[in-house]
C-alpha cells in the first residue's frame, strides 16, 4: 500500500507527530497539510534516513519490522503481534547460540565490540557506528548477519524486552516506518524497500527459495561447500539451510558461472546481456517483482525516451558533485528514478549523467538533510530551504575545477565514463567569471552613502528596493555577489550602527526564533517634524495603555537628575574593565522603573549591551543556573532590541577578530579574494584568542570554537547546540556535546566564570560593556518556602561581592525593590544580615543623602514634579495629535486637577502615576475628540462656585 494512501486517513495531530523529525524550517510557519505529507514521504522513501533511525536501534525493532515485511502486502494484524515479536527475538536468540557461521567471521568478537558499545546507555552514535561499521567489513559480518546477532543473549539481557517491545514500537510508529491502518500494523511499499536494504534483505524469504529453486540439488551443494556448510539433506533441506545461513543473493549468485546465470535467465525469460553484476542485478529484480508468479505476455514495443531535460551545470562539475553523495544518497536517486542500484561507485554515477534528468530534477530527490550535507562537503552554507540548497549547489563553481585541477586530455573516456580530472602541471588560466550586475538603485546608495563600503552598499541598496529581506536572502545576496560574508549579524549590526550614527536609522530588525528579519523603515530623510510627531504619538499610546514607553524617555523624564547623572557617570565607568552595582529604592510609582528604561534606553543608545530580569516564580532568583539563563535571553544590542541578541554578540566578536587581524595583517578586504585569505589567517591565530576563556571557564573556549567552526563550514547544527551550550541548555544529547568538544551541564559553581566570559565576549566585541537590570525585588518576599528566600539572597550577595570587588568587569548591575524589601527583618533584605551589612546605609544623618551609597532612594512623587510630567504629556498629546493642546488644557485647569488629587495627601500624591497618567491622556482623547471641550468641564465645582450658580439662578 503506497504511503500517501495511508496518510490520508491520519488527522493533523498524527501527521504533525510523524513530520516531527522531517519538517524543518527556517522560519517556523504552519505549512499546509499536502506539504507536510509530502515532507514525510521525502523523509520516509530515503535510504538514509531508514537506515540512520534501524542500523543501530534496539532489538525488537529488527524482530517488529521483519515479521511485517515478511507477511503479504507487508501488513500483520495487531492482536497477538506482541507475542509473536517475542517468540521471534527469543527464536533469533536461540538461532546466535548455535554459531552456525562460516570460518573467519568471528561472531563472538564482534558481538563482545556490540556489547560494549550498547551497555553504556544503549545509544550508538555517529562515532560509534563509523568503528562497528569498519568492524563489521573487516570480518565479513553480513548486514542481516549483524542484526541477528544483536539479538544474542548478553545484548539481549541489557534490557527488559517485554517493555523494549513498547518503546520501540512506540518509536517506529512515531517516525511512521510502521504505520497503521484498519487495525493492522503496515508497512509502506516505498519504506519496505528501504527497510530491507537497511536489513540487507535483498530478496523476502519466499522470492529467495524460488529463486534457489532454480538451481539443481548438486549446484546448491556448490554453495554450501563454499560458505562450509552441512552438504547433506535432500534439496528442500538445503534451500531452508541456505535460508538460515543469511547470504545475500548478489553473494550467492556470483558464486556461479556467468554462462549458469544467462541459462537461468533463458528458462525465465530475463534479460541477460551486459556485465555478470548487471546480469546478477536483473535476476534479483526479477524475482524480487515477482515476475516468476505472472503468466507469460507478449512483449511490448518499449516506450520511447522521454526527451532530456535542460542542464544547468558543467559536467566535470556535476560529476564532481554526485561523486561527493554516499551511497545511500546514489540509491535513493537511483531507486527514484527506476534505474538499476546495484554496481560500483562509479558506475551508479555514470549512470545518473546518463539519464535524461537535470541536476535539478536528481537533486530533488534528496531530502533537505542530504543536501546539507551535500552543501558542507562543497564548504557552502547549510542553512535555508530545500530549494534554496539546491540553488546554491547549481551555483557551485569550484576553484579546483577553475584553476587548481584541470580535464586529462591524454586519458581516453572508458565505457564512456569523462576523462578523469587530475591535477595540473602547469596552473591553468581561470576562466574570467563575469560579475553579477550591480543593484537597479546602486548609483543612488552609491551617492549618500560614500562613506560605506562597497559589500555594505549593494546589500543597503537590495534592501532599499526589496523593503524587507531574510536571512536567507542575504545569504543568497551575499553568494550572488561574492561579497566575503560569513557571518551575517554581525556585518548587519556594524551597518546598521553606522546609519546610527549617521543619524539614518533606516534598517530595523524583526526577529522570528534566531532568525532576523532586516526591514528599510523609511524611504528618504525624514524631517525633524515628522520625527518628532512620531516619537510623541508612540509615548502617548504607551502611556494610554499603562506601560512605560519603549524610546525618546528623554521627552517625558521628569527629575532624578542626579541619580542619573550617577548612573551615567557609572555606566562609563565599566567601560573601563570595572564592575559596578547598585540598588534603586523606591515605594510604588516613585518611578523605580521609568528610571531604569531610562538607563536602559541610554545604555543602548550609547552601544552598551543591556539585559533585563524580572522576578517571579518562573525566575525565581534562588537558582544561579536560571538566573544566568534569564539574563542571557534578556541579552539586547542597540541593534536588536525585540529579541534574544547573544547570537549577533558572538558573531560581532568573531567579525572584530578578523577586522583586527586583517588590520595587523595589512590585508585590504575591498580586494577580490581577501576574504578567503584573511579566514585561513585566522584559523591559525584565532587558538590565541580562546586561549584566554580557558583561564575564565574551561569548556568556552571549545564551545565558542565550536560556534567558529560551524559558522565557517554552514554547520547550522553545531552552531545552536554550541550556543545552547553557553547559554546553560541541560537538555542537550550526550553526543551534542561531544561534536562540541565540552562535557556536563551548567552547575551553579561556574555560573559567575560563565557571567564573565560573556562579559569578555561583549568588551571583545563593538559594545561598551553590560547592563543588567534585575526588577522586582519585592517579589523575594513572596516566595513560599523559606530556604528560596535564603537561596535568593544568598544570590544577591554574591552578586554584588562578584560586582563589589570587580570581578565582572564591563557590567553594571541594577537591583530595584520597595522599602518593603529593605526593611522587612523576617522576609525581606534586613533578614539576611550579610547582606544587609553590605547594601544598608551604616547611619542616617537628617534629610541629607548620597547617591555614593549601594542604595538610591527615591523620594515618592510630589505635586510639583506631577505638575511637570502633566505640562510635558499635554505637550507631547499636542504634537501627537497636531492639536492645540494648551488651548484645551491650560496650565490653570491641570493644576486645579493636581490639586484634586492631591486634596488628601498634602504635598505627595496618595495615587499612582501610571492611572493619573491614564485619566489625563484619557480627559485629552476627549477634548481632541469632542469639538469645544475643554478640561475644565472634567474638573470638581469648588463651594463658591456652587453657591455663585444657586445665587444667578
Known sequence: MKLVNILETYDTALLDQISADKVDEAISLRLPQPVIVQEIISALSSQSYISDKIQYARPPAFAILNLILQSPFFMVEIEGFRTRVLEYVKELTARVAQNNYSPGKNPILYVKILKKAMENDGIIDKSEA????????????????????????????????????????????????????????????????????????????????????CFTREELMHVLTYYHLNVSGLKEIIVSRLLDALIPATELLNIFQL??????????????????????????EFFDQDKDLLPDKDDSAPAPSPEPEVREMAPEVYTRVLTLLTGQQLYDVLHHNGLMTSGTKDEKVKRILDSYKSERSILNFLRKDDLSQLCRKLTLLISGSKQELIDRILDYVPFSIQGDLQVNQDVPDIAGIPAVIVPSQEPAIPAPIESPALPANWSEIDMKYPHLGHDEKIVLAILKEAKSITEQDLSRIVTKHKLGWFL??????????????????????????????????????????????????????????????????????????????????????????????????????????????????????????????????????????????????????????????????????????????????????????????????VEKSIEVELANFNDIEPGFAQALRAFYDGKVNGDMELVSNAVAWIM??????????????????????????????????????????????????????????????????????????????????????????????????????????????????????????????????????DSQRLANVIFKVRDLYGIAYGWDARQFADDESILRLIGEWTVFGEENIDRKPRPILREFIQMLDLCEENKGVSLSQFLKKSMLEIVSESSNN
Open 130 to 213: 563509523n568503528i562497528l561499521e569498519l568492524v563489521k567489513a573487516e570480518l565479513g559480518i553480513w548486514d542481516r548477519e549483524h542484526f541477528v546477532l544483536m539479538h544474542d543473549a548478553a545484548i539481549i539481557n541489557l534490557w527488559d524486552i517485554e517493555q523494549e517491545y513498547y518503546q520501540t514500537r512506540n518509536f517506529l510508529l512515531a517516525t511512521g516506518i510502521m504505520l497503521t491502518h484498519d487495525n493492522k500494523y503496515i508497512i509502506a511499499d516505498e519504506v519496505a524497500i528501504q527497510v530491507r536494504k537497511a536489513f540487507g534483505i535483498e530478496l523476502v524469504d519466499d522470492a529467495y527459495k524460488r529463486l534457489l529453486n
Open 728 to 861: 546553560g541548555s541541560r537538555s542537550l544529547s550526550s553526543q551534542a556535546l561531544r561534536d562540541i568538544g565540552v562535557k556536563g551541564t551548567l552547575e551553579a559553581s561556574n555560573v559567575f566564570p560563565r557571567m564573565r566570559a560573556i562579559l569578555e565576549i561583549i568588551n571583545g566585541a563593538r559594545y561598551k560593556g553590560l547592563l543588567l537590570l534585575v526588577d522586582e525585588l519585592e517579589l523575594i518576599r513572596k516566595f513560599p518556602h523559606s530556604r528560596q528566600r535564603e537561596l535568593a539572597l544568598e544570590t544577591l550577595r554574591l552578586l554584588i561581592d562578584e560586582a563589589g570587588r570587580n570581578a565582572l568587569p564591563g557590567g553594571l548591575v541594577i537591583f530595584t525593590g520597595t522599602d518593603e524589601f529593605f526593611e522587612d527583618e523576617r522576609y525581606g533584605l534586613k533578614s539576611y544580615e550579610a547582606l544587609a551589612d553590605r547594601v544598608l546605609t551604616p547611619f542616617a544623618y537628617g534629610n541629607y543623602k548620597t547617591v555614593r551609597q549601594p542604595i538610591i532612594s527615591l523620594e515618592a512623587l
Open 259 to 284: 554462462e549458469k546465470l544467462r541459462e537461468v535467465c533463458r528458462q525465465e525469460n530475463i534479460p541477460m546481456g551486459g556485465l555478470k553484476s548487471t546480469v546478477i542485478a536483473n535476476i534479483i
Open 488 to 681: 551575517h549579524k554581525a556585518h548587519m549590526a556594524e551597518l546598521i550602527a553606522r546609519l546610527k550614527r549617521d543619524d539614518k536609522p533606516y534598517i530595523q530588525i524583526k526577529s522570528v526564533q534566531n532568525s532576523n528579519i532586516y526591514q528599510w523603515t523609511s524611504n528618504d530623510i525624514a524631517d525633524g517634524q515628522i520625527l518628532e510627531k512620531r516619537a510623541a504619538r508612540d509615548i502617548i499610546d504607551a502611556l494610554r495603555h499603562g506601560v512605560v514607553p519603549k524610546n525618546n524617555l528623554d521627552l517625558v523624564m521628569v527629575g532624578q537628575q542626579t541619580a542619573r547623572a550617577h548612573l551615567t557617570d557609572i555606566l562609563f565607568e565599566v567601560n573601563q574593565n570595572k564592575s559596578h552595582f547598585k540598588f534603586i529604592r523606591g515605594q510604588y510609582g516613585a518611578g523605580k522603573t521609568f528610571l531604569c528604561s531610562w538607563l536602559k534606553e541610554f545604555a543602548l543608545n550609547n552601544e552598551f549591551a543591556v539585559s533585563s530580569i524580572n522576578i517571579s516564580h518562573d525566575q525565581p532568583l534562588s537558582d544561579l543556573p536560571v538566573f544566568f539563563s534569564g539574563m542571557i535571553n534578556g541579552l539586547r544590542t542597540p541593534e536588536k532590541t525585540d529579541s534574544g541578541a547573544l547570537v549577533d554578540i558572538l558573531e560581532s566578536w568573531l567579525l572584530n577578530v578578523h577586522n583586527r587581524t586583517a588590520k595587523m595583517e595589512g590585508i585590504d578586504l575591498t580586494k577580490e579574494g581577501a576574504h578567503a585569505v584573511l579566514t585561513r589567517i
